[in-house]
């Protein structure tokens, strides 16, 4: 596959990274959003939509497959997502359980930095698969 299919790919990454997961002071307040469970599958959704379209762009790669085809699904992406979803849960949990000695010391940051930091480990290593799938196609 030539660069001007891989770049673009490896830059979305990237992008959509950025985008999700911002870098936060521990004075900044996080949004709901940033500490959804959900957040890994709803950016791979998202970079199945710029996939998708970069496909139709190639035509298809003369391989003959559909798109859905050389996804496999999804299935890779659910089953990473579950490889990681005691760790998640467990570090939501801390996230969003803020006891009463981290509301006077305020220092429930250190728990909302490791489960976004876990959210964006997820979330990089599905959609490096989606992508090394998509451009070994």
């Known amino acids: 596959m030539t660069d001007e299919y891989v770049v673009p790919c490896w ?4 992008e959509l990274l950025e ?6 002071s521990p004075d900044e ?6 500490l959804n469970i959900n957040l890994p599958l709803e950016v791979a959704t998202e970079m199945k939509d710029f996939l998708s379209v970069l496909w139709e762009e190639m035509g298809q790669n003369g ?5 859905e085809e050389i ?11 579950e490889s990681y979803l005691d760790l998640l849960k467990k570090a939501e949990k801390d996230a969003l359980n803020i006891t009463i000695w981290e509301k006077i010391t305020k220092t ?10 876990i959210l964006r480990a997820c979330t990089r290593e599905i959609l490096e698969l989606m992508v090394k799938d ?4």
Request: charged share 30%; glycine share 6%; no cysteine.
């Open 11 to 14: 830059a979305k990454i990237d």
């Open 19 to 24: 985008r999700h997961f911002p870098e936060i």
């Open 29 to 34: 307040e996080v949004l709901d959003s940033q």
């Open 63 to 67: 391989t003959g497959k559909t798109f």
């Open 71 to 81: 996804m496999g699904a999804g299935r890779l992406n659910e089953l990473t997502y």
């Open 108 to 117: 429930n940051h250190e728990d909302i930095v490791a489960f976004r930091s």
């Open 134 to 137: 998509f451009l070994n196609e």
